[in-house]
DNA sequence: ACGCAGGTTCGAT
DNA sequence: ATCGAACCTGCG
């Protein structure tokens, strides 16, 4: 991956290296972190977030037009941050192509205004996998309280200065850990599933599944127990650069009955689907679309 | 108390 | 194919 944003300053601060470049057009990490593809990067201040993925810590500031990021470096950002944070996706094309295929038409079209700046992440396969299993039929606090639960009991430490955090579990871990273990978490009905997951996930195509057709990467999830459409959509959407992944979820359910009963619908969108549907998400979630 | 929360499975039509 | 109930749990 060619690093294509520009690095402008580089040092250490508070005993953590860090780097920053110009924050692109259409990127707004509050936005990012709180559109509900992620659950593990938190605020840390009020232009602040950290979190881990990938085994890594990451600590990201945006404020006047300037991303910094802690607790990394420029060799990092090229291998793992930059593609982690899509900063490598044109997102202005990606608007108007979007707002073309719906012929301009006016709720996307304040979607797209609304939701400006969110970028889809491109998360680790298996954490997305366990995460959104895990978030079937569940709240969010509950899901992130599960989920910070089976990091630290089998996720390797991670120190950052004097606080401890943990990365993800392999999916041997948690199928050594057992489901008498993914029980004691509270997963409830879901603990099977994570088990199933967890067997299943290491023989998948991994890599193909980012290329081949939706439908095809889609047939293979499901063959786990317990994913179904809304799951694997978020799943290919969040962690295999599908971006035609259309996660119907209730918020979307109710996009479709208002504004979509009849005429176009972003169900129809060619390219970026996926990403046309985190906007619709966010407006109707968070936006005040009344 | 009891319905519900970012769904899926299972069994009955 | 389609439909509804049941599912772990915790919160209001």
């Not at 890594?56 to 090229?78: A, C, K, S, V």
């Not at 991670?158 to 050594?176: C, K, L, Q």
Request: glycine share 8%; charged share 25%; with cysteine.
């Amino acid at each position: 991956m060619t690093n294509i944003m520009k690095i402008i300053a580089g040092g250490t601060e508070g005993g953590l290296e860090y780097i920053s470049l110009p924050a692109p057009p259409h990127f707004d990490i509050s936005k990012i972190f709180d559109c509900g593809q992620c659950f593990r990067f938190e605020p840390f201040d009020s232009r602040t977030y950290e979190g881990v993925a990938y085994g890594r810590y990451l600590r990201i500031r945006q404020d006047d037009g300037i991303l910094t990021l802690f607790g990394t470096n420029e060799r990092e950002f090229d291998e793992l941050w930059c593609r982690f944070l899509s900063l490598d996706e044109d997102y202005s094309k990606i608007n108007e192509s979007i707002l073309s295929e719906m012929q301009d038409e006016k709720t996307i079209k304040s979607a797209i205004e609304c939701g400006d700046g969110i970028r889809i992440l491109r998360q680790e396969k298996w954490e997305t996998l366990c995460s959104f299993i895990i978030s079937q039929n569940n709240n969010i606090p509950r899901i992130k309280k599960i989920i910070s639960a089976l990091c630290e009991s089998l996720g390797d430490e991670i120190s950052v200065g004097d606080r401890t955090f943990y990365a993800f579990p392999s999916p041997e871990r948690i199928v050594n850990a057992g489901i008498d273990f993914l029980l004691s978490l509270k997963t409830g009905f879901r603990a099977k599933y994570i088990l199933d997951a967890a067997t299943k996930f290491p023989s998948l195509p991994l890599d193909d599944m980012e290329t081949m057709d939706f439908s095809q990467a889609d047939e293979l999830l499901r063959t786990i127990s317990g994913v179904g459409p809304k799951v694997s959509s978020c799943v290919l959407l969040f962690s295999f650069s599908q971006v035609n992944a259309f996660p119907v979820d209730v918020w979307i359910k109710r996009v479709l009955e208002k504004y979509y009963s009849s005429g176009i619908s972003p169900l129809n969108i060619k390219n970026y689907g996926g990403i046309a549907q985190q906007y619709l998400f966010y407006y109707e979630r968070y936006g005040f679309s009344k």
